[in-house]
């Protein structure tokens, strides 16, 4: 059964930084590319950054580049996000998700999401 599980959300000041992980199981982890997704309540969940199957290549909404690198080893079946200069927009719960297809901003091409880790930014 395939198993997203994110971890490494926490509260953080503004300018601070974190590292979220998407940690896999259950599935052939190298068949898939990985996207973060965010969400805070009353909003639609918002795409956030992809990576390849590979990690080749790499994605980014224009709200968080330069400032998030998404990354992935597929020998450990690990994502990571690295988020720099937080701000408060930045406060959302974070998802990981698995697609088949290539990387795209499209939620409904994601058919496995895992439970979220909570990212709040703030003084």
């Known amino acids: 059964q395939l198993q997203l599980v994110e971890s490494g959300g926490g509260l953080v000041q503004p300018g601070g930084s974190l590292r979220l992980s998407c940690a896999a199981s259950g599935f052939t982890f190298d068949y898939y590319a990985i996207a973060w997704f965010r969400q805070t309540p009353g909003k639609e969940r918002e795409w956030v950054s992809c990576v390849d199957r590979n990690g080749h290549m790499t994605f980014y909404a224009t709200s968080v580049r330069s400032r998030f690198t998404i990354s992935r080893d597929n020998a450990k079946k690990l994502v990571y996000l690295h988020m720099n200069s937080l701000n408060p927009d930045d406060t959302a719960v974070y998802y990981c998700?698995?697609?088949?297809?290539?990387?795209?901003?499209?939620?409904?091409?994601?058919?496995?999401w895992g439970q979220g880790t909570q990212v709040t930014v703030s003084s």
């Open positions: 998700a698995a697609s088949t297809r290539q990387c795209t901003s499209y939620r409904d091409y994601y058919a496995d």
